[in-house]
């Protein structure tokens, strides 16, 4: 299982949500990303998460610079309403491109991205969390219903050949009470062999996923990392015992 830390970059600044609101800023990213280069992380996730709301897109040469020192392949996504857009960020240094919001609203211009760069290239973001007891999916951090449940997405984003996916437990976002175990959420990745899965939202300790090592491609980490909660040594227990 790859371990992945992910930073939400807002103007800039590295900030964190609880649930997809209140956002705060925690600091400089790049004081954070040096720090975890050192750390036996496999991937870093750079988001722009509140780019669909305000209609910005992450900063080109913020990304231009951390390929300077950052080793790590990056995923990157935020604001990308174009094949231009995901041009860009490939160009200045992410391996692959987070797409969300984009898949609900202009489904050609996805897949010209996913044709251009190829699935492996192409991670879609799944924000998803239990309205009376159906799991619902959401788009635009989390401020838009989409018209398909949890399952649907999944068989739509594997429909068009995306190459991974990212669960993102919307009521976990930012808690760390540990993340999502329901059986529904569980027997739904174990039934989908073809694709990759990547979870994210309340990971608090690394000893709560070891049983799922088989079932999840990735974890993917926020606050335990950026708080201090867990440290490398964490990590490289997990990883190789």
Known sequence: MRVIAKLDIKQNDLIKSIRYDGVRKIGNPEEYIKKYVNFDIDEIVILSPT?????????????????????????????????NDAK????????????????HEDIKETKKIIKTFGSTSVVASIEYKKVENKYETFHTMARSKTNLN????????????????ILNNINN?????????????????????????LINGGFISFDQIKKYQNIFSGIIISSALHYGKITNEDIKKFKYG
């Open 173 to 197: 976002d930012g808690k760390l009470n540990g993340i999502d175990e329901d059986e529904e959420i569980i027997k739904i990745i174990n039934e989908k062999k073809n694709i990759p899965f």
């Open 150 to 165: 949890l399952k649907d997405s999944i068989d739509y984003l594997e429909e068009i050949e995306v190459g991974e996916i």
């Open 51 to 83: 780019s669909p709301l305000y209609n910005t897109k992450i900063d080109l040469d913020f990304l231009k610079r951390l390929n300077k020192y950052c080793n790590i392949p990056i995923m990157a996504g935020g604001g990308v309403k174009k094949l």
């Open 88 to 103: 860009d960020l490939i160009k200045n240094g992410a391996e692959k491109i987070i797409l969300n919001t984009l898949f």
